[in-house]
């Protein structure tokens, strides 16, 4: 497949080095030369020094010949121009753009976005999908990563394993025996740094990081076997009242009685038109590092602060003072991975990466036909993915323990015919399952060969 990405920072670097280790034809476009130098020490693409959104640019990032055109630049503007040059002159990329301002991607706006107007095929909003991925992990307490699955039917949960779990030392495929009726499967783990799929014979260890698959239903309970049953965050301080920040805001303070909420917003003006839009929610103007602003908002009673400023420095800072002065947990945005091992550290148990959510969403619309859900880990070291088995695919017909799926996939469910199936070594894959799967990343060109027909390849 050949690829166009229009923008070499964090999200675009993070897109073109998926897509390069998976041997696409990637050509990079961005202005800023420093970018792209690390573009060109790092990645094997093809760079390109230009205005995304000029044609003698595009033609020459061969435009013409691309499958798929993603434009993530820092400006909306220039995403809109590059997709709205590259289909109206060279016709044949799919166009994917990120599109952060919200008065542009409103439900009365959705007009402006077809062949009429501007030609985009697939529009991602970060904020949305990351204030989505805060309110998922407030439902989860405990679960320092999580996305849904199967129409909602199936969660990946990532935990934490502490000195209280209460399998630690268990053989995984001992787990089944000790809790015979658990639909929950652990299909990865992270130590020391290292995320990889464990043999099942492996034994879950304390400082261990868990990934596993679970029906819905048993996802609570999952989260009590592995040593986690936190309560759910009902007393709420938040910082950072900005798009991100006020889209859980609005989710927060729709639920009526549910949530005490107060917000901490540094810009005068945002604060103001930020509490005039809520109206059960307390906003204060000051700063989330002010130990008085942080006591005024009630952070000594608080269950939980979520940091949520564009700086991670700050949200990072916030959370440290926040647990210091008494709050029972800290969540906060964290975009640079160098800053997200800090977490248990200093007592943060959640960090959120909005890149990799980023990342995330653009490789569900570029993948194969078949993948109808990603998910990257913050790292990005490997992926949860569902996707549907092809007609003619090699895994049609056989059952789970005659498929060597090498050292870089585990099956975590499969869903057939609205119900989980829980993968055991007889089960025998269908054309039509859905089949969620954690990937490392060496090994996504395998899964692909796995599940998509001979014909389509």
């Known amino acids: 497949?050949?690829?166009?990405v229009c923008g070499a920072g964090q999200v675009g670097f993070g897109i073109a080095r998926h897509l390069a280790g998976e041997g696409n034809d990637v050509t990079v476009v961005d202005r800023e030369a420093s970018l792209m130098q690390r573009i060109t020490d790092t990645l094997d693409v093809r760079p390109i020094l230009g205005h995304g959104g000029h044609p003698e640019v595009l033609e020459q990032a061969g435009a013409a010949d691309a499958d798929v055109l993603i434009a993530v630049t820092a400006s909306d503007e220039v995403n809109m121009v590059a997709c709205q040059t590259a289909k109206t002159l060279f016709k044949k990329p799919k166009t994917i753009a990120r599109v952060r301002?919200?008065?542009?991607?409103?439900?009365?706006?959705?007009?402006?976005?077809?062949?009429?107007?501007?030609?985009?095929d697939v529009i991602i909003s970060p904020e949305e999908e990351v204030a989505s991925a805060v309110m998922r992990r407030l439902a989860l307490p405990g679960a320092f990563d999580s996305s849904s699955f199967a129409g909602g039917s199936a969660e990946m949960i990532g935990v934490a394993i502490g000195e209280d779990c209460p399998v630690i030392d268990t053989p995984l495929n001992q787990l089944t025996g000790l809790f015979p009726d658990l639909q929950a499967i652990v299909v990865g783990?992270?130590?020391?740094?290292?995320?990889?799929?464990?043999?099942?014979?492996?034994?879950?260890?304390?400082?261990?990081?868990?990934?596993?698959?679970?029906?819905?239903?048993?996802?609570?309970?999952?989260?009590?076997?592995?040593?986690?049953?936190?309560?759910?965050?009902?007393?709420i301080v938040m910082v950072g009242g900005g798009n991100i920040g006020y889209q859980v805001a609005k989710n927060l303070d729709a639920q009526a009685g549910r949530y005490s909420l107060?917000?901490?917003?540094?810009?005068?003006?945002?604060?103001?038109?930020?509490a005039e839009k809520l109206s059960r929610s307390i906003v204060l103007q000051g700063s989330g590092l002010?130990?008085?602003?942080?006591?005024?908002?009630?952070?000594?009673?608080?269950?939980?602060?979520?940091?949520?400023?564009n700086d991670d420095q700050v949200n990072i800072l916030t959370n440290m003072l926040a647990l210091q002065e008494g709050c029972q947990r800290g969540l906060c945005l964290i975009n640079d991975n160098s800053f997200q091992n800090l977490a248990g550290d200093?007592?943060?148990?959640?960090?959120?990466?909005?890149?990799?959510?980023?990342?995330?969403?653009?490789?569900?619309h570029v993948r194969l036909g078949n993948v109808l859900q990603v998910h990257a880990l913050s790292d990005e070291s490997a992926e949860m993915i569902e996707a549907e088995i092809q007609e003619g695919a090699p895994i049609t017909g056989s059952k789970l323990r005659d498929i060597d799926f090498g050292a870089s996939m585990r099956v975590g469910a499969v869903y057939r015919k609205g119900k989980i199936i829980m993968p055991r070594g007889g089960t025998e894959?269908?054309?039509?399952?859905?089949?969620?799967?954690?990937?490392?990343?060496?090994?996504?060109?395998?899964?692909?060969?796995?599940?998509?027909?001979?014909?389509?390849k």
């Not at 107060?262 to 930020?274: K, L």
């Open 346 to 364: 200093f007592g943060m148990e959640v960090s959120i990466n909005p890149r990799a959510i980023t990342v995330s969403s653009v490789l569900r």
């Open 101 to 120: 301002d919200r008065n542009y991607v409103q439900s009365r706006w959705r007009d402006l976005f077809n062949e009429d107007g501007i030609p985009i």
């Open 1 to 4: 497949m050949k690829v166009i």
């Open 189 to 235: 783990l992270r130590r020391n740094q290292k995320v990889y799929v464990p043999d099942f014979d492996d034994t879950i260890q304390v400082g261990d990081e868990a990934f596993l698959v679970t029906a819905s239903t048993d996802t609570e309970r999952t989260l009590k076997i592995f040593g986690h049953e936190e309560r759910e965050a009902r007393r």
């Open 429 to 456: 894959f269908k054309q039509g399952d859905r089949v969620i799967m954690f990937v490392t990343a060496d090994g996504i060109e395998p899964f692909e060969n796995l599940l998509l027909s001979k014909e389509k």
């Open 290 to 309: 002010s130990p008085e602003i942080l006591a005024e908002a009630g952070i000594r009673q608080a269950d939980l602060v979520l940091a949520l400023t």
């Open 262 to 274: 107060s917000i901490i917003e540094a810009n005068a003006e945002r604060a103001r038109i930020v």
